[in-house]
């Protein structure tokens, strides 16, 4: 991907907070690596995994346990970038003087149908060298869900793949799990 202008992730925020990115024709778009990229569109199956996922996520984590966010801005300054990954699990605290960053996260979920090679490929490179230790992406493809574990400035070492009514547990949470059978399966 060719790019015309680079910034700095303080140049973005700056952009965002005035409002460059408001009004009638306002794209879906995230900060990845000094580029400003727009977002493939959220469709029917994708939103009502977030749907599902968000469900799950507050009935598994009292508030105390941690914070739920969903769509929301992650900071990484390291990495000139500012993703927006689907869900997010992050350490209990008030995020209110400014977005979290990689060492607030617990758990970070993508969900993936049109972007799974993105999410697999060069975003899951972008969280590993960002430290995210558990990063999820749930695959509508093949109706199952990739952990990705053990980053590296290069990447993961581990990448599992968890089908049906398979457990997963998230690496904060042990005592919590999650089947991917309950994203798939008609309500």
């Given at each position: 991907?060719?790019?015309?202008?680079?910034?700095?992730?303080?140049?973005?925020?700056?952009?965002?907070?005035?409002?460059?990115?408001?009004?009638?024709?306002?794209?879906?778009?995230?900060?990845?690596?000094?580029?400003?990229?727009?977002?493939?569109?959220?469709?029917i199956?994708?939103?009502?995994?977030?749907?599902?996922?968000?469900?799950?996520?507050?009935?598994?984590?009292?508030?105390?346990?941690?914070?739920?966010?969903i769509?929301?801005?992650?900071r990484?300054?390291?990495?000139?970038?500012?993703?927006?990954?689907d869900?997010?699990?992050?350490?209990?605290?008030?995020?209110?003087?400014?977005?979290?960053e990689?060492?607030?996260?617990?758990?970070?979920?993508?969900?993936?149908?049109?972007?799974?090679?993105?999410?697999?490929?060069?975003?899951?490179?972008?969280?590993?060298?960002?430290?995210?230790?558990?990063?999820?992406?749930?695959?509508?493809?093949?109706?199952?869900?990739?952990?990705?574990?053990?980053?590296?400035?290069?990447?993961?070492?581990?990448?599992?793949?968890?089908?049906?009514?398979?457990?997963?547990?998230?690496?904060?949470?042990?005592?919590?799990?999650?089947?991917?059978?309950?994203?798939?399966?008609?309500?």
């Amino acid at each position: 991907m060719s790019s015309v202008a680079h910034f700095s992730l303080a140049q973005y925020e700056l952009m965002v907070e005035s409002g460059a990115f408001d009004g009638p024709h306002h794209q879906r778009i995230e900060f990845i690596r000094g580029e400003i990229r727009e977002m493939t569109p959220i469709g029917i199956r994708h939103g009502a995994v977030v749907d599902r996922v968000t469900r799950l996520s507050t009935q598994l984590l009292p508030p105390h346990r941690a914070v739920v966010r969903i769509q929301g801005t992650l900071r990484a300054p390291a990495l000139e970038s500012a993703p927006e990954p689907d869900v997010l699990w992050l350490v209990p605290k008030d995020y209110f003087q400014g977005h979290p960053e990689p060492e607030d996260v617990l758990l970070l979920i993508e969900v993936a149908e049109s972007s799974l090679t993105y999410d697999t490929g060069e975003k899951a490179r972008l969280y590993a060298e960002a430290g995210i230790a558990d990063y999820w992406v749930v695959d509508l493809v093949e109706d199952c869900v990739e952990v990705f574990r053990d980053p590296q400035p290069s990447g993961y070492r581990s990448r599992r793949t968890h089908r049906g009514d398979e457990e997963i547990r998230p690496l904060a949470f042990p005592d919590v799990a999650l089947q991917p059978s309950a994203l798939f399966r008609p309500s």
